[in-house]
């Protein structure tokens, strides 16, 4: 076989060099000017070097991309050809700007001497994510002589490296090369590539070093009267830690993974109208973007907001005083009448919440007078009652363990588990750097086979809205040879977007415009759907029929068909 030609030799090694650096996942979307990588990529996983994913549909891809990336903590890549392709990655790479999340878009590219002349699927691709991607990589089709030196400023700058290793090549912009982020983050790797597009002897690669995360700075925060502690989507257990070190309670969203402990304020919506007024100062954590409450304690100016996260982190600043503390945070020990008060703060906090949940439990537990037989004649009524969408979130987080993942959809129903969600050491995960629909199941997906891959016990569910479920219907697509990811998804299907009867427009706007732009009703069939990709599917109707679809865990969809209820329930 005749020596590899230029772009294959580069792919050859650029792939394998990935996989030394540390991708453990590469997702393929079939292409023209790609195929070079797609080649090298299916290569490296027949050879065990990485797992490889092929997706038809580039948007889906980069969001699976962003799921396996999320679950495992390692930079995923996703392949795509020139042209509109790319700007199909767009919707992920921000998410995972906001998110943080490592992710690598690796761009073919037309050479230079195609560009500016109308040539086919050709557009100025570098720097086309703008904002979303924290480093452009630009290789020209004259600079294919280091993939190596390219595949780790790629991961380097992925995981949040200050300065990417090889940013003084002339082929990398500039302005990228002294970034300042250290979380990890999204990269574009734009490679031009000249025919012939491949063939040849695959190329061997140059040793490469896997690539760390970088050495965190160290930070210290002091505790502070009236403080508590926020912790928003990905916060993580480190919140839990935290609030209790410095004597603050902890309010945390359920995909904060920060919802138990001794000092979580159940309730918090409720709670916060009652105390909120004394709250001098908030320490955030991960995103805070459920609560219309949280957000407005946030931007109080007489509020101080100490942010523990990224410099140049934009969707979190108070309207008075904000402070960025990076890295590792280390606290500083409170004197013991300080801490004493610290002690009352809290219990108040707690206790009101606590309270709330008690009265709560009362409201719903059985008549403990009734007789055997009229009390499992109202456990068998109850049964077949209906189901709402605090019972559907209810349910889905009763059956969530620690070991287990739960993915839940930027949609209404996130916001009811927020409302219902009890302490609990849960792993949940959303899409909420920038709590955009598009993309959950992929995501989902994502997460799933990280997670099943990982060889921990549990299962993955995703808890997602008919609306967001329809939005990435494609994202149930698996090719022939991989396996169906073990998820379980659970749809609530109340058929349209109730979420925005939850908003103003709701009672301002002409009701039948408002149903047609808004509400967006739809008389799509689930089943159909689900059978359409080859998954298994259940409908449910009633409380006993969702108790039982949820004992079972395996993958499939579950249909909940949702009652009519009241759109009274705040943001």
Not at 4 to 16: I, K, T
Not at 189 to 214: C, H, K, Q, T, Y
Not at 476 to 498: A, F, K, M, T, W
Request: charged residues 25%.
């Amino acid at each position: 076989m005749p020596e590899a030609l230029p772009a294959a030799a580069y792919a050859d090694r650029l792939v394998a060099a990935l996989a030394a650096a540390g991708v453990t996942d590469l997702v393929v979307c079939p292409g023209s000017r790609s195929q070079a990588i797609a080649l090298a990529a299916a290569r490296a996983a027949r050879e065990g070097l990485l797992d490889l994913h092929v997706r038809i549909d580039e948007r889906t891809a980069a969001f699976l991309a962003l799921g396996l990336a999320r679950e495992s903590g390692s930079p995923a890549a996703i392949v795509v050809t020139s042209g509109t392709a790319l700007a199909n990655l767009h919707p992920a790479l921000l998410e995972a700007h906001h998110s943080d999340v490592p992710l690598i878009a690796v761009t073919a590219d037309r050479p230079a001497e195609l560009q500016g002349m109308r040539a086919n699927q050709t557009t100025r691709q570098p720097g086309i994510f703008g904002e979303a991607a924290r480093v452009v990589l630009d290789v020209g089709a004259d600079a294919l002589h280091d993939p190596e030196g390219d595949a780790v400023a790629a991961v380097r700058a992925a995981l949040g490296w200050r300065k990417p290793e090889g940013a003084e090549r002339a082929h990398a912009k500039p302005e990228h090369a002294a970034a300042v982020h250290t979380e990890p983050g999204p990269v574009q790797l734009n490679i031009s590539f000249r025919e012939p597009l491949s063939g040849g002897a695959p190329a061997v690669s140059l040793p490469v070093e896997r690539v760390a995360r970088p050495p965190l700075p160290a930070s210290v925060l002091w505790p502070a009267a009236g403080t508590v502690v926020i912790a928003g989507a990905d916060a993580g257990a480190v919140a839990v830690d935290l609030a209790e070190a410095i004597g603050a309670p902890l309010i945390a969203e359920p995909t904060s993974g920060a919802r138990f402990g001794p000092v979580l304020v159940q309730h918090a919506r409720e709670v916060l109208a009652q105390l909120g007024d004394e709250v001098r100062r908030v320490v955030v954590l991960g995103h805070p973007t459920l609560s219309r409450a949280v957000t407005a304690l946030i931007r109080r100016p007489d509020v101080e907001v100490v942010v523990l996260g990224r410099e140049g982190q934009d969707n979190v600043r108070g309207s008075g005083t904000t402070t960025v503390l990076t890295g590792r945070i280390r606290v500083e020990e409170a004197e013991a009448e300080s801490a004493l008060l610290g002690r009352t703060w809290i219990d108040r906090w707690v206790d009101a919440g606590r309270g709330l949940a008690a009265e709560r439990d009362a409201d719903s537990a059985p008549d403990s007078e009734l007789s055997r037989a009229a009390y499992a004649r109202a456990e068998l009524a109850e049964g077949r009652t209906p189901i709402t969408r605090s019972e559907l979130a209810t349910q889905v987080w009763e059956r969530t363990w620690p070991h287990d993942r739960l993915v839940v959809a930027a949609s209404r129903l996130i916001r009811v588990l927020d409302d219902v969600a009890g302490p609990k050491a849960v792993t949940a995960r959303a899409n909420r750097g920038l709590a955009g629909i598009d993309g959950t199941v992929s995501t989902a997906s994502g997460i799933a086979i990280a997670h099943a891959r990982s060889g921990a016990p549990g299962f993955t569910r995703l808890l997602i809205g008919d609306l967001a479920l329809l939005h990435d219907a494609g994202g149930l697509h698996v090719p022939p040879g991989e396996e169906r990811p073990r998820l379980q998804i659970v749809v609530g299907n109340d058929r349209g977007g109730s979420l925005f009867a939850l908003l103003e427009v709701a009672g301002s706007a002409d009701p039948g415009d408002f149903e047609r732009v808004q509400r967006t009703p739809h008389d799509i069939d689930l089943e159909h759907l689900a059978a359409a990709y080859g998954w298994p599917f259940e409908r449910v109707t009633d409380r006993a029929g969702l108790r039982r679809a949820l004992s079972q865990s395996r993958p499939g969809i579950i249909e909940a068909v949702l009652e009519e209820e009241s759109d009274a329930q705040q943001l």
